[in-house]
């Protein structure tokens, strides 16, 4: 018998882009490395064989999700890949992020490895957002050309 699916929420830094007013997560510096995540997933992928778990979702959210580059999620994305076809398994990923750092360079990364799914804690008309050294910034000014876009390329190179 299988279940599944499993569920890991990945916090790749909890570095933030915002201070906003409601927000609870501590912010600091640090980024996963991707040895470390080696070892998270392997351990992951190692306990889904065990439980006969087929699917793994994974959440990334943050600090913010989109502070690290876009090359550092395409080098998870073939970690997680090759862990979990090693294991005979299947992942979803799914992604959370405030949006404000989003830029075209980041395209690839939302076609390839979320589908152009991207869930958003938009705060509009933008209240109750700060971005870094107390500037507060209206949602419909940071949002305004990513959500005039009609679609995103399938690939780096499309």
Not at 71 to 76: C, D, K, L, R
Not at 127 to 149: S, W
Request: aromatic residues 6%; glycine residues 8%.
């Amino acid at each position: 018998m299988t279940r599944g699916p499993l569920s890991l929420i990945l916090l790749p830094t909890l570095l933030c882009d915002a201070d906003c007013e409601f927000c609870i997560q501590k912010k600091t510096d640090g980024q996963l490395t991707h040895d470390e995540l080696s070892v998270v997933v392997r351990k992951v992928v190692d306990h889904m064989v065990r439980e006969h778990i087929e699917t793994l979702s994974v959440y990334r959210q943050g600090g913010e999700v989109m502070t690290p580059a876009p090359e550092w999620f395409e080098e998870a994305h073939g970690i997680i890949g090759e862990a979990v076809n090693s294991g005979r398994r299947r992942v979803e990923h799914f992604v959370q992020s405030n949006l404000i750092a989003y830029s075209d360079r980041r395209d690839w990364v939302l076609a390839q490895m979320f589908g152009n799914s991207v869930g958003t804690s938009m705060d509009y008309p933008g209240l109750h957002r700060k971005l870094k050294r107390g500037v507060r910034r209206n949602t419909t000014e940071y949002g305004r050309g990513m959500f005039e876009r009609q679609e995103m390329p399938a690939s780096k190179s499309g």
